[in-house]
Nanobody, 115 residues
Framework: QVQLVESGGGLVQAGGSLRLSCAAS????????MGWYRQAPGKQRELVAS???????NVAESVKGRFTISRDNAKNTVYLQMNSLKPEDTAAYYC?????????WGQGTQVTVSS
């Protein structure tokens, strides 16, 4: 059974940095796409960034130039380096991994940016 476990969230002041990690366990295959979504209170879940096994990235305009996604295929782990954080980045961040038509989700990690 595939499980995604996120870590690295927390409370940070505006302008600060955090690094999120998501490790997948229970899989013997490489995911086609791994990425991060976020959901703020009262808002819909939105894509932050994703990275395919071939290296193609998809990054939300709101975080371009501030967030960087990377992955370690050998470890089935995806990272999100978040710099220059803003209060509007406050949300629960969810790891997502896709293999063929199956999508897996982590339980989420909270990121809170104070002004």
């Amino acid at each position: 059974q595939v499980q995604l476990v996120e870590s690295g969230g927390g409370l940070v002041q505006a302008g600060g940095s955090l690094r999120l990690s998501c490790a997948a366990s229970g899989s013997t295959f490489r995911f086609d796409v791994m990425g991060w979504y976020r959901q703020a209170p009262g808002k819909q879940r939105e894509l932050v960034a994703s990275l395919s096994s071939g290296g193609s990235t998809n990054v939300a305009e709101s975080v371009k130039g501030r967030f960087t996604i990377s992955r370690d295929n050998a470890k089935n782990t995806v990272y999100l380096q978040m710099n220059s954080l803003k209060p509007e980045d406050t949300a629960a961040y969810y790891c997502n991994a896709v293999k063929f038509v199956r999508s897996y989700w982590g339980q989420g990690t909270q990121v809170t940016v104070s002004s």
